[in-house]
């Protein structure tokens, strides 16, 4: 008879994960700014959350460009050394660029430890998260893409190194071997995903005649959250990067005019370019859609550098000329962090009209400022949608009488 207090308890099983201690390097250029560093290296920390490990410390230094064999100068490396030999919880290193086969490698003979760059980091998360066939393909292809040019530092006991009695033969053979594996599997993984894409676009061209509204924007910022509000649908959300890698599509219907609203892969800065090719087909979902809907985290203080990379990537998508509405999200946190909490509401208002007009300005497209969890000003949302959506109904059917 089991106790009390084990009923209702999820049992699990498989092995359990440790979580990893590390430590975070960053380099600061001379055309960044400490704050710009110190943003970027918070995000470098969410993503080792993410991952599943615990920040014990950062590491910066003053560089125009990463040193060629260790990242780092030779006395800002011997600092991280000593702080591991004093530390002996911290098990790995993370740093904010990526590096080369023989960097890692000469970093991790230094260092005795094991060596991440950010783009390893990210295909860990997304290798973690992906679910459908479609992702984990895509994540495979992305990870054999970065590991090809990488293969010369990660298999140096394959390299003739040494000259000698016993250290001639078919060492640097067995290397081309192995490059010529990784080849194959990417030639494999790119048809096998060619297939896949094929199927996808049948999906789309299958939906009918029906308006695609696609939710765009930096990971984090609320895209799965406004999905499920808008559509009533139960999309995974959650405070982590990445939380969304498949995109999810689901038909709404706003009074009597019925939409398809699709939840794309949050973008980041710095995203390694091998994924951006992998998830090109997951992407398609903005460059097919027929409205953008760019969501913006008006909250954090890097929300500008945000938005720029949202917009390049749209731009690289080919996708940044389709019709467009920025949606300021989490201004609940904004008004929180900002306004004085003897503010008069008049006062708040007419702030936030001026704010909404700055936007417009700026970025040359309509918006709305809300929140996504207490559904403040959802109807003006609702609303701009509900004429974009008639006004392309209107393009695509110009003759066909509207029930709406």
């Keep these: 008879m089991s106790d009390n207090w084990d009923l209702g308890k999820k049992k699990t099983s498989g092995l359990k994960r440790e979580v990893e201690h590390c430590i975070i390097v960053g380099i600061i250029r001379r055309d960044q700014t400490n704050e710009q560093v110190t943003e970027y290296l918070d995000e470098l920390e969410f993503l080792a959350e993410t991952a599943g490990a615990v920040t014990k410390k950062r590491f910066t230094q003053k560089m125009d460009h990463p040193h060629v064999r260790t990242f780092v100068g030779s006395g800002k490396l011997e600092e991280i050394i000593q702080y591991i030999q004093t530390h002996e919880e911290i098990s790995l290193i993370i740093f904010d660029d990526d590096l080369t086969g023989k960097q890692t490698s000469l970093l991790e003979e230094e260092t005795k430890i094991k060596i991440v760059d950010r783009s390893q980091l990210i295909l860990d998360i997304f290798a973690n998260r992906a679910q459908t066939a479609q992702a984990r393909t895509q994540v495979e292809l992305a990870q054999m893409q970065y590991l090809l040019p990488r293969l010369r530092g990660l298999w140096t006991h394959l390299e003739r190194q040494r000259g000698g009695i016993g250290m001639r033969g078919p060492g640097e053979m ?26 996808a676009q049948t999906q789309r061209k299958n939906r009918g005649q029906l308006i695609r509204v696609a939710l765009v924007g930096y990971t984090n910022v609320g895209k799965s959250t406004l999905m499920n509000s808008l559509s009533k649908s139960d999309v995974f959300a959650e405070n982590k990067l990445f939380a969304t890698l498949d995109t999810k599509v689901k038909k709404v219907v706003m009074g009597s005019m019925p939409y398809l609203l699709s939840d794309t892969v949050g973008f980041i800065r710095k995203l390694p370019h091998h994924l951006i090719e992998s998830f090109k087909s997951t992407l398609d979902e903005a ?13 954090h203080p890097q929300f500008e ?60 497209v309509d918006n709305v400022l809300i929140s996504a969890v207490t559904k403040e000003n959802f109807d003006e949302l609702k609303e701009k949608l509900r004429f974009m959506i008639d006004e392309q109904y209107n393009i695509r059917y110009p003759y066909q009488t509207k029930t709406w």
């Design 287 to 299: 460059k097919e859609s027929d409205i953008i809907v760019h969501v913006v985290d008006m909250a």
């Design 174 to 199: 067995e290397i081309e071997t192995d490059r010529r594996i990784v080849r194959d599997k990417i030639s494999l993984l790119k048809k096998k995903l060619e297939k896949i894409d094929q199927q």
């Design 305 to 364: 550098d945000h938005v720029k990379t949202v917009i390049q990537t749209l731009k690289d998508l080919d996708a940044l000329e389709k019709p467009t509405l920025m949606v300021f999200n989490k201004i609940d946190l904004y008004k929180e962090r900002n306004f004085d909490e003897y503010l008069e509401e008049e006062e708040a208002d007419d702030i936030l009209a001026e704010l909404k007009e700055n936007m417009k300005n700026t970025y040359g």
